[in-house]
C-alpha cells in the first residue's frame, strides 16, 4: 500500500432500494385509501342500510380488503400486479413506461450514496421516477434543491468531416451553451464522452470448418472479443426554486426539469444527426452506466438496452490513493485541465477527439459548464484579475523577473472581460479526464500515452492530488461535477 493511500471503506455509491413509503404502519398510501373506502360502504351497509353482513356488496368489500392488506416483498400485491404487467408490456412493445408502476410515479424510490461537494460527508442524493419521458428518471438533491435529468446519445464521427462542417457544429454548440444564460434556473450542463469496452457482434461458425472460419473463431475470442465503444452523456441541473420563486413539489420539479432538458436538447439535434436518438435514462440504465466504470465486464450482465438489475451491485469498495484511485477491480485516475489552448495557439474544432483516440485505453473525459449573466462573470473575472494583479506587483517587490505565466493569466483575464461585455455574459467551464485500467500497471502506462497524445496542444493536466475521491464522483455519469 503506497504512502498515500487514505485507507479501504465502504463505499457503494449505489442505489438502495427504498422501502415503500408507508402511510399507516406497514401499509401504504393507497392499501389505507382502498381499505377505508371498502370499509366505509361495510359498515354504512351495517349500521345504516340494515344490508346483511354476507350481502354480495359486502362479501365483494371483503374480498377487495383480502387482496388490498397483504404485503409480499414490502409491496402490496397491486404493486406487484402492476410491475409484472409492465413487464409484459415491455416485452410485447420495447416501451419502458410501464415497468414503473404508477403508484410510484414522482415517488423517491431509491437512494444514492456518494460523498459531498465538501469531501468525505455522505450526501444522499433521491432517485425520482418521472411520468414525462417513458418510464426516465431524475436525480433530486433536497439539501441543495437541485434536479437533474440523465441523457445519453450517440453521435455521427468527425474523421471524415469537412471542416466547415465542425466548425458548423463547433458554433452550434457554443450557442446551444450560451441560450443557458437565459435560463438563470440552469445551474449547470455537463458532457461526457465515453470510451468503455463492448462485446463485438462477430458470430463465428461452431465446428470445425474451414480454415478462414478458424480464424474467425480464434479471434472473436481473442482479440476482437471485445472493442471500444464510444458515447455521449449530457445531464442538466436545474434550481425550480429560482424558476418558480417557490418551494415545488415533485410535479413542478419534474415539468421544469423536462421543459429546460427538452429546448436545450433541440438545440443539440442538429449537432447530433441521425446517429442519434437521445434518450433520457430510466434507473436501471443509470446504474448500468456506473457498473461500466468499475467493472470491465459490466457487459456481461447488462441487457441489451444496458439496464443492470437491482440485484446487482454497482460496487461495493474503494481505495484511495494520493493520486489513484481503487474501485471494485478497476484503477482510476482524473486529470483537470487546468490550462486550455488560448487564441494565441488555436487548434481545429474536433481537437479534443485526441483525447480518447487510443484504441485500448477507457477514458472518461467530463466537462462542466455553467453559464454567468453579465454581473456575475464580471465580479468573478475582477476577483481574478486582482490575484493575478497581487502576484506580478509581489514579483515586482522582491526584484524577480515578471511570471509568463501570470502575464499571460493576466492577459486572458483582459481579453474575456472584454467578451463578457459583448456577449453579455460568459460560460464558466471546467474539463476533466479520467483514465481506467484493470490494474496500477496499466493505468500508469495508458496515462503516459495520454499526456504525449496532448503534448502538442498549448494545454496542461493536473493531477488531482488527494482528490481523487471528488473526481471519481465527478466522473459518474450523475451530472454532479461542477458542484457548488
Not at 61 to 80: E, F, H, N, T
Not at 84 to 94: D, S, V
Not at 130 to 145: K, L, P, Q, R, V
Not at 249 to 254: K, N
Amino acid at each position: 500500500m503506497s504512502e498515500g493511500n487514505k485507507g479501504t471503506e465502504p463505499y457503494s455509491a449505489a442505489f438502495a432500494p427504498m422501502v415503500r413509503q408507508k402511510l399507516l404502519w406497514h401499509w401504504s398510501k393507497h392499501q389505507v385509501v382502498v381499505a377505508a373506502v371498502c370499509i366505509s360502504i361495510i359498515m354504512f351497509n351495517l349500521t345504516l342500510a340494515h344490508v346483511d353482513l354476507f350481502a354480495p356488496v359486502n362479501l365483494a368489500c371483503l374480498a377487495v380488503l383480502g387482496v388490498d392488506l397483504p404485503i409480499v416483498k414490502r409491496m402490496s400485491l397491486w404493486q406487484l400486479a402492476a410491475l409484472q404487467a409492465g413487464f409484459l408490456l415491455r416485452r410485447a412493445t420495447g416501451a419502458s413506461r410501464a415497468t414503473i408502476s404508477p403508484i410510484t410515479a414522482g415517488d423517491t424510490v431509491a437512494l444514492l450514496d456518494v460523498p459531498g461537494p465538501e469531501g468525505r460527508i455522505v450526501r444522499p442524493y433521491e432517485l425520482v421516477n418521472s411520468g414525462e419521458m417513458n418510464g426516465s428518471c431524475w436525480i433530486w438533491d433536497a439539501e441543495g434543491c437541485e434536479a437533474t435529468s440523465i441523457i445519453r446519445f450517440r453521435s455521427a464521427g468527425s474523421e471524415l468531416a469537412k471542416n466547415a462542417v465542425k466548425n458548423s457544429h463547433a458554433d452550434a454548440f457554443s450557442m446551444a451553451l450560451h441560450s443557458l444564460v437565459d435560463h438563470p434556473e440552469v445551474e449547470r450542463v455537463t458532457f461526457q464522452t465515453r470510451s468503455l469496452i463492448k462485446p463485438t457482434d462477430v458470430t463465428a461458425p461452431a465446428g470445425g470448418g474451414s480454415e478462414a472460419e478458424r480464424d474467425v473463431r480464434a479471434l472473436e475470442t481473442g482479440a476482437l472479443r471485445t472493442a471500444m465503444y464510444h458515447d455521449y452523456t449530457v445531464t442538466v441541473t436545474i434550481s425550480p426554486v429560482k424558476r418558480l420563486g417557490r418551494r415545488p413539489t415533485v410535479q413542478d420539479t419534474g415539468d421544469a426539469l423536462f421543459d429546460v432538458t427538452s429546448r436545450f436538447i433541440d438545440m443539440l439535434s442538429p449537432i447530433v444527426g441521425p446517429a442519434g436518438p437521445f434518450r433520457w435514462l430510466d434507473a436501471q440504465q443509470v446504474r448500468g452506466d456506473m457498473k461500466c466504470l468499475s467493472d470491465p465486464d459490466a457487459y456481461t450482465l447488462l441487457d441489451k438496452d444496458g439496464r443492470l438489475d437491482d440485484d446487482q451491485p454497482v460496487w461495493t469498495s474503494y481505495e484511495e490513493f494520493a493520486d489513484y484511485i481503487r474501485v471494485g477491480s478497476t484503477y482510476a485516475r482524473t486529470y483537470w485541465i487546468d490550462r486550455w489552448p488560448e487564441a494565441e495557439s488555436p487548434v481545429i474544432a474536433d481537437w479534443l477527439v485526441q483525447l480518447d483516440s487510443s484504441p485500448d485505453t477507457r477514458m472518461i473525459f467530463t466537462q462542466a459548464f455553467h453559464a454567468r449573466n453579465q454581473k456575475e462573470a464580471k465580479t468573478a473575472l475582477e476577483e481574478a484579475s486582482n490575484e493575478t494583479g497581487v502576484m506580478d506587483k509581489f514579483n515586482q517587490m522582491l526584484n524577480r523577473q515578471p511570471d509568463t505565466q501570470t502575464l499571460d493569466e493576466a492577459r486572458l483575464m483582459e481579453r474575456r472581460k472584454q467578451e463578457n461585455t459583448k456577449e453579455h455574459g460568459d460560460v464558466e467551464f471546467q474539463g476533466f479526464v479520467t483514465v481506467l485500467a484493470n490494474s496500477q500497471d496499466d493505468l500508469d502506462r495508458a496515462c503516459q500515452d495520454l499526456l504525449a497524445r496532448t503534448g502538442g496542444y498549448a494545454m496542461h493536466l493536473d493531477k488531482q492530488i488527494n482528490q481523487q475521491l471528488a473526481r471519481w464522483v465527478g466522473a459518474l455519469p450523475l451530472g454532479l461535477e461542477g458542484r457548488r
